[in-house]
């Protein structure tokens, strides 16, 4: 059964950086399209970035330019860069990992795995 464990959320003041971090197990890495989300509360998820075994990546346009997808892939891990953080971006962040869709598709479909999520807090 495959397993997604998130870490890395927090407080941090508006302007500030975070990497948030998941490990899966349970499943063989290279075979899943990884992916991060965001969900305030009400709200729906919504896709924030992807990475396949590839490299190939892909980003939600409020993504662009200030985080950054990558990962590791003999540590099974996948990492969210957040880079200018701003109020906005105040959410629960979730790792999810799909073995169908691809870096495009999963943002848009969701994916058949997901973590329990991470706070994320940006203050002003």
């Known amino acids: 059964q495959v397993q997604l464990v998130e870490s890395g959320g927090g407080s941090v003041q508006s302007g500030g950086s975070l990497r948030l971090s998941c490990v899966l197990s349970g499943g063989t890495y290279s075979s899943y399209t990884m992916a991060w989300f965001r969900q305030a509360p009400g709200e729906k998820r919504e896709g924030v970035a992807a990475i396949d075994s590839d490299e190939k990546t892909s980003y939600a346009d409020s993504a662009k330019g200030r985080f950054i997808i990558s990962q590791d892939i003999a540590k099974n891990t996948v990492y969210l860069q957040m880079n200018s953080l701003k109020p906005e971006d105040t959410d629960m962040y979730y790792c999810?990992?799909?073995?169908?869709?691809?870096?495009?598709?999963?943002?848009?479909?969701?994916?058949?795995?997901w973590g329990q999520g991470t706070q994320v807090t940006v203050s002003s």
């Open positions: 999810a990992a799909d073995d169908f869709w691809g870096v495009r598709a999963i943002l848009r479909q969701g994916a058949d795995y």
